[in-house]
């Protein structure tokens, strides 16, 4: 078979080795041509779209791919496009999902789901050569896909907590969707303005709010001594006693050297005169009735003594 014009070769250059039939046939590409190619010396990734090569397909000739089929409109979305803004907890599970204007069909094809959608996204961006949505239309059509309120902090809360997005941008979309879609992401965006910089903060967070001993926590409050020196950020901070409640998380404790610097920062505070309680979010789940007496009886116990001359700056999301 004849090779392929210069031309159609630029587009494949452009498009990572993806084209498609329609785009072949316009650049006078003959459908023997086509057919003789496709299973061949080509790979079929999608109806009508082929990877010009017969090695392995990768995963930016998938998202291509999708975006070709789907149409010139078309964005990546979702958990997808998180994923791709490089946000850990975005899992997309295998499939690629696509935005498309109002006038256009939902559906799904292969491994593409592609959504209508009326809303229009002013902060879409054109990103390593692919269309994709806004950071915080990604996260929060993301948030939505999941079914856990967990999976749903995890997500909105490292998208603020890593400046790809603002509580702003994501309490919009959520008011933007319907209200039954906005209301599942919500309490996450609301947890993502308290400060919280993880999940298992998250749920002590919330325990505490249960109780009726303990005054509101601030969240990883910048602390000082009085000589201006700064020290280690707490989790959640009790500030009429100047106590730090530290969540280790099992994820950070995954090597010795990790935990022997979680038992050195809460040292630390200790030596500033602070009031420490560290907790797990396994004994957060396992027993929250016993975490919390805890939390309780080391608050108790730093009324009894004068308050140390830390000064506190809280940290605003």
Known sequence: MKPLPDDVLAT????????????????????????????????????????????????????????????????????????????????????VFVVVPGSQASRSKGFVTIRRSLLDDPLAMMRGGLRMTSVARACVDAAVAERSMRSRTALIVEAVQRELTTVDALAEWCYRLRPGDGAKVLPAVESAALGVWSVAEDEVLQLMGTSSILPEAMTNPRLSDPNGRALITPDLWLDDVAMAVMVHSRAYHSNGDQFVDTIERDSELVAAGIAVIGVTPTGVRRDPVAVLRKIEATYAGALGRARPAVRVTPRVA
């Open 12 to 95: 494949v250059q452009l498009q990572f080795g993806v084209i498609t039939r329609q785009q072949l046939l316009l650049h006078g590409v003959s459908k023997e041509t086509i057919r003789w190619n496709a299973g061949r010396s080509w790979r079929v990734i999608l109806p009508c779209t082929y990877v010009v090569a017969a090695h392995a397909v990768t995963e930016r000739q998938r998202l291509m791919a999708a975006l070709l089929h789907a149409g010139p409109q078309s964005q990546l979305a979702g958990a997808t496009a998180a994923s791709q803004y490089g946000l850990t907890n975005a899992n997309p599970r295998g499939r």
